[in-house]
């Protein structure tokens, strides 16, 4: 079956889906976007998503295209088309489109949106998850990387990088030492007292990942002791297990960073816990819907 897109009201053959070449997200990165894990044809933790959608539309000064009613009807009519059950649907919300100019006027500008839908397997076995390897690389980004924004390259080329150094992922790591995040995902480790321990949302260095939330509560409800604090690369060498966090990478255990092997080099008992608690907490969402 052909792919279909949305875009700014029509429907449309993926192949056929276009904006316009002033578009401002295609000058000037002026744009925003989610990516929300869909499973049993629902999306999962819907509201934290379109929570953080407004907040980024609003830390841009971006009108919202529509109201929250409308977008998630264009996102579950993409979804519907595309015939998924298991997958993800992405939403791009950029400024609009106008002759290239730095400045910007809200009020002559028609917000453009843009969502597409796939299908993508879950992690069927937490017990015999895979570990990954990620490498380092100094934060070179803006500093308002807690908004969503499609102004990426930064996170690209060390994604890149790290793809090249056979690895998974690349951690940002600070001017002090210490681990922002990852290109795309969330970074954690456990301690040696157990402590699930990860960057805090106080400042505004990393995003407010929504599947970073759901872990967190999804630990507490299974006693493991959450520390929000920053932790440096030297920390996360001697940590029992290392793992990340994303919509698209659920929770994925960390094996290795750079040439050290993070353990036993094996995923560990809590991340495939919380990776397991995960899995049951979205199939639960499809649970639900069916009945």
């Known amino acids: 079956m052909s792919r279909v897109a949305y875009v700014n009201g029509r429907y449309l053959p993926h192949s056929k889906a276009h904006v316009h070449i002033d578009d401002r997200a295609h000058n000037f990165a002026d744009g925003v976007y989610e990516v929300i894990l869909i499973v049993g044809g629902r999306m999962v933790d819907e509201e934290g998503h379109m929570v953080r959608l407004a907040r980024s539309l609003r830390e ?8 929250d009613r409308a977008l998630l009807n264009v996102m579950y009519q993409t979804v519907a088309r595309n015939r998924v059950q298991e997958g993800l649907v992405y939403l791009q919300i950029n400024r609009g489109t106008s002759p290239r100019n730095h400045v910007y006027d809200n009020d002559k500008l028609i917000p453009t949106v843009v969502c597409t839908a796939k299908t993508v397997a879950l992690p069927s076995d937490p017990e015999n998850v895979a570990g990954v390897k990620v490498i380092t690389r100094p934060d070179n980004r803006w500093e308002r990387v807690d908004i969503k924004t499609v102004s990426l390259l930064p996170n690209a080329m060390a994604k890149t990088a790290a793809m090249r150094e056979g690895a998974y992922e690349a951690w940002f790591v600070d001017k002090d030492g210490f681990v922002t995040e990852c290109t795309s995902s969330n970074a954690w480790i456990i301690d040696q007292e157990g402590r699930l321990v990860t960057r805090p949302l106080a400042g505004l260095d990393i995003l407010p ?71 049951e907490f979205a199939q639960n969402i499809a649970l639900e819907n069916a009945a």
């Open 60 to 67: 841009l000064d971006m009108v919202p295209p529509m109201s």
């Open 209 to 279: 990942g929504i599947t970073r939330d759901r872990v967190i509560k999804l630990a507490r409800e299974n006693d493991i002791e959450v520390v929000e604090r920053a932790f440096s690369v030297e920390e996360a060498l001697g940590a029992r297990e290392a793992f990340l966090t994303s919509t698209t990478s659920f929770v994925k255990p960390i094996t290795q960073i750079d040439d050290s092997v993070i353990g036993n080099g094996h995923p560990g008992t809590t991340t495939r816990t919380l990776l397991a608690a995960y899995l």
